[in-house]
């Protein structure tokens, strides 16, 4: 399945198929994402390799969630951009390269175990499996990108608020907690970029009315994005979730992703 066949399938719900799942607290960021939640039509589940909260059945928690609540739902990995994080912590190209696709090819499987225990065959996990590496052929993928790429070279506060959170991201990854060099930041930048698609315009990239992503976490960034911070919009119908299991705390949901720290919103709501 291409790229650009990729909206017009993904898995929907089945009922009766699905049995109960311990309950997730879903969070919008906004009014407009509470409307894009209220849809119930589309949502985008982010997948990251390097996270060691995307246990095996905590992917399978999450997706039977997620089928139980959308019509269709397809899981994102960032699986190639991943690379230029690692390269910004300091690792040779070549081996950023190597380390994030064994990592992905890791993640992919963990999904496929995941997806077999919900009874999903492997041809509807095909469907809903949405790595960058297919995603990023996809047209409105790229007009989505080309807008993020536009807006950071022309836009202050939004260049300042991607170099900040980049920063923040490599702080996770190194013992440096300041003092970064610029080149590292940047590359770390591009990944942000190459995620920023997902946050604007789901809803075109999937072809759907409404969409949501999902992640466990939400960072100022986004809140400054969906806030109508920068010059940057995001389009009718296209939302994002905080998606957490109720029983979580903050404590455990931040100690195996971020550091204690985030960077400061640029507005407020």
Known sequence: ????????????????RLHC?????????????????DAREHAVLGISPFNSYYSEERIRELV????????????????????????????TPADAVTKARRQANYLRNKIGRALEGLGISAS???????????????????????????AYERDPAFRHACRATAS???????SESSGLAPEAIEGAVRYLLAELPLFIDSVGIFGQRASVFCYHQSVPFLQDLFGECFGL?????????????????????????TPPVAPARLCSD
């Open 1 to 16: 399945m291409t790229a650009h066949d990729a909206p017009a399938h993904g898995l929907e719900h089945d009922h009766d």
């Open 64 to 91: 039977e969630w997620g089928l139980q609540t959308f019509r269709t739902v397809h899981l994102f990995v960032p699986d190639e951009p991943s690379a230029y994080t690692l390269a910004a912590a300091g690792y």
């Open 124 to 150: 509807a996990s095909d469907e809903m499996l949405a790595p960058w590496s297919r995603v990023s052929t996809n047209p409105q993928y790229q007009a989505g990108f080309a807008r993020g790429v536009d």
């Open 21 to 37: 799942t311990p309950r997730w607290s879903a969070e919008p960021l906004t009014a407009r994402c509470r409307t894009a939640f």
């Open 168 to 174: 923040w991201v490599l702080q996770r990854r190194t």
């Open 233 to 257: 919009t995001v389009v009718e119908g296209q939302g994002f979730l905080r998606v957490r299991l109720s029983d979580e705390t903050d404590r455990e949901a931040v100690s195996v992703a």
